[in-house]
């Protein structure tokens, strides 16, 4: 049963123009949830969003990355997507997006690439349930969306960003069957690229990470990056390929990573590769914006490319016993920062686009 | 036994500036074979090589694509690699590259991406075993270099086409693992598309041809492609990524065969296919050709790119296997052209050079 | 809207004991269809469940095959599951089992194992919504089970067989790579014998067929078998190993299909098949009969086992697919018998138990 | 070049009865190497051969692991199997078999089921290059057989081991694709158990040990197992089936690993197991010993069934980097018995029949 009537949301109504709106908390439909937010991460999409340069979003609610308290539970609904019981009060962390299972991709089991992902995220308030962001008190999570009951060992905000960059990466890295031993180059040491680390780490891989931010960098040191090629230092594709044979007998590494989230990081990958090597695109997911690109560099070296842009939904069961198995062992609560009041939700966007702050998170609980 | 003492050969003695050059007829070492040029045909290569704009072949002996006589056998070989029966007076194909077994790529299995694989085709005549090259009355097979014998229901022309243009698209399709069902869509319906329409339609696809050259639409017409995207119609990239839809229940196609060999293919590919597509990237082996290319398009729709330079050696037995099979139903042999004596090979280049012909061949026996 | 208020179904109330029933058709649950039975038909699994001597199922309503009319949608369903639009009076064909999406097979993406495959089939006709079989006049699709609408080229009664045999072997054979240019060799030639002959012709592959009853045997000489090893000629499993040894170059097939259902069969497996070989085990389904098995035979010849009990649910989709594509090349209508009021369930049942008829099926609009 | 004119080796006459015969340390051919023996283990494949009990072997020098110093290089020989520099004193480790490159199962890529695998080691010491086998002072290294540079910091006996089992372990769980998180179930643990559990450790994955041997179980401690399922106290299937169920979550293991080498545990594997799992046959690698076997436990549960019987000879370079990596973390040294003279090669294989030593190693320069 609803713990309140009424809950509050983030709502984009313009160009980096959030309101905060009241709506009647909604009675969940059979197979649903209605949760209560205890905690939502601001990421790079959503300032994107807010800034209006996401160019399929616009007019929605806010927020993608939640760590959620169940209050409702739909008829029907007696576990959560692995078969654990679940109940009301349970914490739980839901995917952002959907397989909708009946759309071409989803018939063919590539739940990945459901051609429907956000369709209930693009959503005005308006429309029922109203609560389709997780910037609120709450957040409604529909018959067809995979979520999971959380680990008690995962910090709040650790399990609210666990549906996004960690799970994003165990899944990329899986897809491109990272294996013990193979050494993998990851460009970006943002959260994706800070999370690849831990990710290969425990696979039994070899880190190289290419970056530049003297911040980054000491925090992936605290991960326990093996090597990192420093953009101040290298400061040309040309170093930093030599660079990275050199640390890897001359040949190039096994794997890529693509987290820098810029097309000239695309264009690199190739140089810092080996022959027959793996490259995991995942940084650059707004289009729009090209570079100079020579296919030859993949072809003559047989460099085969998988981009992903979501994950098969079940891949956030495996997230989060990744966290839960690791947590001791990787600072990954040092990713999150110090959580806002939903009304504050502008002075966080603001903060995470000044880059003051990496991800700020809410706490909408707070204002309780 | 060697039939003759000495031997003729082309080579390239600057750019486009073949000489026939005499050599003795070496004796095989173990393992290897020597053997008398029955067939060999000029392919996109040799021109490349021959106009200087190979970045990486010069000053060697000329061929890659052949049908050879075995005419000396090397203590030790007994059989082709497929454990059939060799003897001298056999016709085989021998691959054009070799997997050495040692280098780093090899020791991971992917003889595909062998480190060393040209190692015995970019060499001065004057270099034991001299016959380096299918333009010349000899070819030398080496003890690591995988050859078959050759079925006797293919054309001459044909089986020396073998090693090239077929094995390369079968290898590719196989890789990109096109299945039963599904609609391809080829860029380019030169030698490479119009094989790669023989096999996928073998293979149960649908295909989609992608070209403006009239002749080439016929061919594929002949090989019974199932429909043609014509550039003079549709000419632009969104004309044809509509047409594509169109043909597609406006999803795209489920894979992209690039073998036009231009770099805005590759950028054009992914607005062909379909979320979740795999695309195969075959014709852009000459690196320093670059175009403006979008990355997150291959993101957004989750499109896998595996590009081959060459196949896993054994692969030359399954495409003579394939050309065997199916030799009656498609017009193999339409795409070589007839044969020139070896003193002629200039012409044949400056023939196939002025797209006078498609792929001219040479009979060194004729000169006999 | 259900166009009559109740309904008529096969209820198994004991051993051979089949009662006709009537209940009130029930209105369906979000996501839910109710349709009726255009036809039904009765497979092998039925006889065991008649006879006794399914140890899992009894007390329940009977078959699983059907071909359906949509007669009420549940709320919010639109389209099947392949994107297609849907509306009462479309024909579809169901799944027969479910995928429920929460337990741990579901959870790691194994819809192919959910361990609640059967949960809706297994059930008292006294229970909600009554018609969990196909033997009726109705039949209720449950909202998380795959329907898909049946292309109007495949007659009635292979269109009700869609999602047993045909859909199990292209599943079967697509889960072992079943590849262009091997070689099969099919163990029985029942219903899926007949149907994995046709898929296997299909994919390019050559096809043996081992059986000993003759009219089986001719079946598959309308197939398009390319080769049969009769027991009555070959008996002994030396015999029958050699003579394939024969039909494939002295070394066995690439791939043996085992779907004579019995346990000597899969013993008599890797005899067949060459080293490296691919074994896909479909007929030995009921657990509780054993044979004298050297698991050393699988071991010297590394040959891979793949079981398939149920398949992916959306496979179905592409089965119909095939259907539809390949329905005039194979005489599929030969697998089903002439229909049987519903009745004379028990009859139907009878004589194909008496093997006087192969699939008989239930028609149960003849008798409105 | 050789540094003694003649060598020794130890030549099975006959059942049980070891004969140390002297033959010319031959010169290597182009591509081979002459190596001494540094240590050589006793591993149950000799026991098998000396007791008359491997059907296929015979009157044949033995011995098949072993850690070499090359004294000769054949002509052409300048680097390992890795593109490593090799010269005479390099210790290096070998396959033990052969792919030949020119069989049917080479000629399809699948170098692991060459059937020439053995060619070189069953044959009379009489015939050339005599030193067919490891028990003797040299062994000689053919063309087409892999060989490694050994790290350094592997010790004598366990680099003589490396090409048996830890590298079969490494293959195997490989091809069934263990990954990280998973749980798996190793039945039997002999020296293959013991590696299995070392890389499964490696890999991330949990491990269970099915064993009844004191020893075996405290020595599988200091591998780190997880789990032991002691058959003293588990004392039938069922018993044993629950306890891994409970230590499972009630679903059975992801991966099981038959390393027992007895038909019943193939038999046992399946209750072990959940649904969908995979299983690795390693064990039973003798023909002629049957179990009663129900294959319906593996369709019920599609569980997958992958025998390897050698491995695709590259993995040898990647057991040697495994070795090396975790040399520290594993006692693998303990696997390995003290050495014995060349000479009292019937006293080792007796004390290792009599089970009073696991693996007895000689040290054939010892009586130099
Ligand atoms: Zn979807
Ligand atoms: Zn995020
Ligand atoms: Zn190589
Ligand atoms: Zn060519
Ligand atoms: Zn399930
Ligand atoms: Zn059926
Ligand atoms: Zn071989
Ligand atoms: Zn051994």
Redesign the interface.
Known sequence: MPTNATGRLAYLAGEREVEIREYPVPDP???ALVTEVVRANVCGSELHIWNGTHPLLDRMVLGHEALCRVSDLGEGVT?????EPIAEGDLVAPTYFVAC?????????????C?NALSHWVKHPDEFPHFHGTFGTHYYVH?EQYFYKVPENIPEGVAAAANCALTQVLFGL?EVDL???ETVVIQGGGGLGQNAIAVAN???AETILVEGVEERIERARDFGVDHVVDFREYDTVEARADRVAELT?G?GADIGV?VAGV?EA??EGPHLL???ARYL??G??????????????????????????HY?P?YL??GL??LS?TVERYPYAELIDAGFDLVDVSTALQKADDREMTRPSLVPGHEH
């Open positions: 439909e059979p197979g576990t959560d997507y692995d078969g299972g009946k759309c071409a991709a989803c018939g063919r089991g590539e739940f990945r690439s051609e018959p899986e294996s013990y031993g425990e696979f039994g007998d040949r693509e097309p695309f264009a080996r022959n027959g695109e995942i650059n997911i707004t289009p729009g914006h090209t570079t100079e690109f020579d296919p030859a560099l993949l072809t003559r070296k047989n460099i085969q490319v998988t981009p992903t842009m098969d079940w069961g495996k016993d990744f198995r």
